[in-house]
Each structure stands twice: as structure tokens, then as C-alpha cells.
């Protein structure tokens, strides 16, 4: 007898090189792990009276979703920053929300990113921000879901970045105290929630600081065997400050003062030649893609695939945040990988849907530095898992023989919907496609309620500074 048995349904296990398919499988869980994966007619005999039975025929069984890189707070003021040109998408799209979003707001963002990830089968979130600890206690531990977090360290204030096209003014004594607060969300909240609170570091970037406080941060990180999170090549902003203070790239530079190597991730890296991704590859760095925010931002295609063929091994998918992007659903996020990459390198066999899968779960969680707890379902593993509909129009025909149909299915056809049961832990955080760890409807109106405050106040400012999108207000154009 377990706590919970799945059975009847095709298991994609990620056990081995593939998807380590079995059909007509099944998982017993017994607390907080998994204790016993293979076929159902094996495992009936052993677990068939369990305290909680899932029947899973017509039904995919697979592990939860990991987002390697995600900024939940900033769902408050999703669709506020899309289609405008990279180089003002922080300074005039982004800035004139930010200074009037509060801590009560950022988790009721938080709140609402999580239950928009959940409901389409994310069960780890790769966050990194600001008052993460809060974030933690407010969003993450109640909402039952595990995350890998960590306070954004920089030395950039209110009065930092008056001009794009100047050196940005570090501000020391911020920078000291944004780091002592990295320490301490790692020395507080690191192993809470019954372990699903896992703490790292994260120097914001290294256009963000100086060469001394990043190398602080590394240093602290590898001193407690922690692995740094780090904005890496993100657009046109941070090209133009490495190449105003160091006369180079962010890889080069990254790479001249030895910091790149396999205990950091790196996010974005799309300002990057061919050659600076096989250095990053090289160097054994972890690689969190976030294909569709910085299509919607940059208008490029991260090198994902290029990461992978140049040998790197270890590479996740990210959401990042939702003013700018498509969401915080895993599905669309594999969808928009897979087709942005086969257009990027005129080839449809890039990035096939099973590998969208691996990189969408056990993938993720070897690059965040949790491959040895989940990602795949195998004994021994904690029990963070999902079962997906497969019998939904856009889904049927489910075929086995000669080609199996479930995972490109999953990647190119599904919408979020089809997950009807996702599992962290060995707990249930959604049972019949609704969340049973948070209120959904009262999640949606504190977000809405915060959402209004946020954009009451920085309305005025929004269409004072001129951007591109208060232009196209202007105009009667949105």
C-alpha cells in the first residue's frame, strides 16, 4: 500500500537518453518520494488498494515542469511591456511601473505567476528577485510548490542609469547591502517548506556591478557550495555598458575574470556570437533559455539549440517574466523553443519534441542543481509529478505504432488545460485542474486589485515618458 498510485497510464519517465517510455505504467508514492515505477500489472499486486488511486488510462504520467528563470512578481502588470524596441524596454516601458510596486504587490504577482505555472504543470520555480524570502513565505511555501530562489545583488539605485549610452553609476553602499541581503535569504530560507526552499546566489548581471562585488558573490556562493544565477548577454542595455567599461562582451569579459564555469547558470545569452556560446559551453556553464520572453523583447532567437550542438550540457527553459512574454505556461514556452529554434537554423530537426520534454523537466533540473531529486520519475526521487489528458480534440488521436504521438503531441498541440493532477512532494497542489493549495479566485482579485493601484499611479508618468508603446496610446492605437 502507497499514498498515492497512478496506474494505467504512458509513463515518460526521462529515464535514459529518450523519454523513457512505459505504457500502461505506474508510480507508487509513499510520503514524500517515489518508491515504485513500472508496469501496472507488476505493481498491482503490491499497491492496487493504496490510500489514493489515480486512474491514468487515456492519460500521460510524466515529472512537474522546472522554470529555470522566472520573475513571478512581475505578472501584476502582465501585457504592459511587449512590441517595443529592447533598448527602452526597461527604462521607459518597465521603470515607470516599477517604482510604485510594493512588496503586498509583488506577492500578489507572485501569487498569480505561481497559479498560472501550476495549472499547466510547473512544479519547480527558478526565481530570482527582490525580498525573496518573503516571497517564500508568502507564495511558494503555501502554495505547496518547490522553488530555487535567491535576492538579486547590484549597485544600481534610483539615480544610477540617467542616460542608456553612459556608464551606469554604481552606487557601493547599495551594492553592500543587496549582498548582505543575498546571504541572508540563503542563510534563512534555505531546506524550508519540508525542503522544497532550495537557496542560491544571484549577482543581477555584470553590467549591473562591479568587478569586485561579482566576484564577492562567486566567491561566497562556491565558499557555501552554492551555485550564482546570473543575467548573461541580455540585449543591447548591458552590450553597451561592458563595451563602455571593459572595451569587450559580456562573455569575454565574464570569461577573462574566470568567472564562468559549471556551478553558474546563465540566463538569456543572446547577445552572443556563435563563438561565445561554444566558450559558455565549454566552460560547463547551465544555461537557462527563455525563448519566447526575449522574442517578445529583442526579437532574437536565444541559441539553445547552438548551446546543446556545442556541447553544453546542461541547459533549462525559463518563462522570465509576463509583462513582456508569453506567460508563465512550460507548454508554450517548449512550443516557441522548438519552433523558433528549427527557423533559427533552417532545420525541422532541431530540438525535436522529446527533447523539448527533457530539457522542459529533467533538463531543468540538472541545470538549477536538483537533477539528483527530481526531473524524472525514478525511485529515490521526490514525487514532483503531473498526469496529462491526453483525450482532447486538439490531442486525439493518441497513437503507439510506428511513430509514438505523445510527446510531440504535448509540445506542438497543447494548451495547459489538459494537466489535470500535478503532485509536489508527495502532496497534491492541483486535483481535477484546479488548485487545491491556493485560492484561484481569490488570487485573481488581490492580483487585479494590485494591478489597479500599480497602474492608477504610473499611468501619467507611463505616458509622460514617451515610449514607444505610449506613443501607439497616443495614437489610439491600444
Request: hydrophobic share 40%.
Amino acid at each position: 500500500m502507497a499514498d498515492i498510485y497512478i496506474r494505467g497510464g504512458i509513463l515518460l519517465t526521462m529515464r535514459g537518453e529518450g523519454l523513457g517510455v512505459i505504457e500502461d505504467g505506474a508510480v507508487a508514492v509513499e510520503g514524500q518520494n517515489i518508491v515504485a515505477v513500472g508496469k501496472t500489472h507488476e505493481l498491482d499486486k503490491k499497491y492496487k488498494n493504496s490510500k489514493q488511486l489515480i486512474e491514468a488510462k487515456g492519460k500521460a504520467v510524466l515529472p512537474g515542469f522546472i522554470d529555470v528563470h522566472i520573475h513571478t512578481g512581475h505578472t501584476i502588470i502582465r501585457g504592459e511591456a511587449q512590441d517595443v524596441p529592447e533598448i527602452e524596454w526597461m527604462l521607459k516601458t518597465m521603470a515607470p511601473f516599477s517604482k510604485y510596486i510594493k512588496p503586498e504587490h509583488s506577492i500578489a504577482g507572485g501569487a498569480l505567476g505561481v497559479l498560472e505555472g501550476v495549472k499547466s504543470g510547473v512544479t519547480t520555480f527558478g526565481e530570482i528577485g527582490v525580498n525573496e524570502g518573503h516571497v517564500a513565505e508568502k507564495v511558494f511555501i503555501p502554495a505547496g510548490v518547490r522553488a530555487n530562489i535567491a535576492d538579486t545583488i547590484n549597485e544600481i539605485g534610483p539615480n544610477s542609469r540617467p542616460d542608456v549610452n553612459k556608464s551606469y553609476i554604481f552606487d557601493e553602499a547599495l551594492g553592500e547591502q543587496k549582498f548582505k541581503a543575498g546571504v541572508e535569504v540563503v542563510d534563512k530560507w534555505d531546506g524550508a517548506g519540508e525542503g522544497r526552499i532550495s537557496c542560491i546566489f544571484s549577482p543581477q548581471g555584470a553590467d549591473m556591478m562591479s568587478r569586485d562585488l561579482l566576484e564577492r558573490v562567486k566567491a561566497e556562493a562556491v565558499k557555501r557550495g552554492k551555485l550564482t544565477h546570473i543575467h548573461v548577454a541580455q540585449g543591447a542595455r548591458e552590450a553597451i555598458q561592458i563595451k563602455l567599461r571593459y572595451d569587450t562582451t559580456s562573455i569575454k569579459y565574464l570569461d577573462k575574470i574566470g568567472f564562468l564555469d559549471d556551478k553558474v547558470i546563465a540566463a538569456h545569452c543572446h547577445q552572443t556570437t556563435d563563438d561565445e556560446v561554444a566558450i559558455i559551453a565549454k566552460r560547463g556553464v547551465r544555461y537557462a533559455s527563455c525563448p519566447a520572453s526575449i522574442a517578445l523583447i529583442d526579437g532574437i532567437v536565444p541559441p539553445l539549440a547552438l548551446f546543446i550542438q556545442q556541447g553544453g550540457k546542461y541547459a533549462g527553459l525559463g518563462s522570465d517574466q509576463a509583462p513582456g512574454s508569453t506567460g508563465h505556461n512550460m507548454l508554450v514556452g517548449m512550443k516557441c523553443a522548438a519552433l523558433l529554434n528549427k527557423v533559427r537554423h533552417r532545420d525541422p530537426t532541431v530540438l525535436p519534441a522529446w527533447e523539448m520534454l527533457r530539457i522542459a523537466t529533467i533538463g531543468g533540473a540538472n541545470t538549477i542543481g536538483l537533477g539528483d531529486k527530481i526531473g524524472s520519475l525514478e525511485v529515490g526521487k521526490k514525487a514532483d509529478m503531473i498526469v496529462f489528458d491526453l483525450k482532447a480534440p486538439h490531442l486525439v488521436p493518441n497513437i503507439t505504432r510506428p511513430v509514438r504521438n505523445v510527446a510531440p503531441n504535448i509540445v506542438y498541440y497543447s494548451r495547459g488545460d489538459e494537466v489535470e493532477t500535478v503532485i509536489v512532494n508527495g502532496k497534491f497542489v492541483v486535483q481535477d485542474r484546479r488548485c487545491v493549495t491556493l485560492d484561484e479566485d481569490e488570487v485573481m482579485a488581490k492580483a487585479q486589485k494590485a494591478s489597479d493601484e500599480i497602474t492608477e499611479k504610473a499611468a501619467d508618468d507611463f505616458m509622460t515618458v514617451d515610449g514607444y508603446l505610449a506613443k501607439a496610446v497616443k495614437r489610439g492605437l491600444l
